[in-house]
């Protein structure tokens, strides 16, 4: 167990539709990363969060935001569904910065039907 | 890192043999490299890491080996068991203030018994 929670586990919705999964980091994390894991893309980057603040962006669609709470816990929103946007979302966090480990949730499973 | 296809590299091993997996990473600039580990149905768990000064580090039974000349970055896990069974990334980034972690494909690992 990372110490890292996410919810819900799974997911199902259909296109169009909008989604907010959440993360709650490690305690004592201040860094919160988003990840999206697919089968034609892998593993990758979406956007990071360190003490409420966009800190740093990735591969991160128009259609998705991010926010990090007070209470360090984020919300990562996908609206406007589409089919491709079916994957794994893994949530990490980590100390303070990226040169520190990052623990990765267990993943919100999306199915986009 | 290489981008991902639907097939993973496969490495078959037996258990208590030595297994080396193998991963060319793609941004000569990167300075850091992370090595995890992912079993079915968890997210990515951190195995170890290194930077671009150093070519070799080790950690309990596993090695980190870097080659910059090449690109070319390898996990070493001694004496294999069968919770060693994974799939296993490289993870490569640059720390200039640009921060971000490139996944490889990862290599899925099997320990036979």
């Known amino acids: 167990d990372s110490g890292v929670t996410q919810t819900p586990k799974h997911l199902i919705t259909a296109t169009g539709q909008r989604v907010t999964l959440r993360c709650s980091p490690r305690s004592g994390d201040l860094s919160v990363y988003w990840y999206q894991q697919s089968l034609d893309q892998g593993l990758q980057f979406l956007i990071q969060?360190?003490?409420?603040?966009?800190?740093a962006k990735g591969n991160i669609l128009e259609r998705f935001s991010a926010q990090q709470f007070p209470d360090l816990h984020s919300e990562l929103n996908l609206s406007s569904l589409e089919l491709g946007d079916s994957a794994l979302y893994f949530c990490?966090?980590?100390?303070?910065?990226?040169?520190?480990?990052?623990?990765f949730g267990p993943g919100t499973r999306l199915l986009v039907l | 890192g290489e981008s991902v296809g639907l097939h993973l590299p496969t490495l078959s091993v037996q258990e208590g043999d030595n297994s080396i997996i193998n991963c060319a990473y793609s941004?000569?600039?990167?300075?850091?490299f992370i090595w995890y580990k992912q079993e079915s149905g968890k997210g990515p768990q951190f195995i170890i890491d290194i930077r671009s000064n150093m070519d070799k580090r080790q950690g309990q039974r596993v090695t980190v080996l870097l080659n910059k000349t090449v690109k070319h970055l390898s996990l070493q896990i001694a004496a294999t068991q069968p919770g060693d069974s994974a799939v296993y990334f490289c993870?490569?980034?640059?720390?200039?203030?640009?921060?971000?972690?490139?996944f490889g494909t990862g290599t899925r690992l099997t320990i036979i018994p």
């Open positions: 993870a490569e980034m640059t720390l200039d203030g640009n921060e971000k972690l490139t």
């Open positions: 941004n000569s600039a990167s300075d850091y």
């Open positions: 990490a966090s980590s100390a303070r910065d990226w040169q520190e480990t990052q623990y």
């Open positions: 969060y360190y003490n409420g603040e966009e800190r």
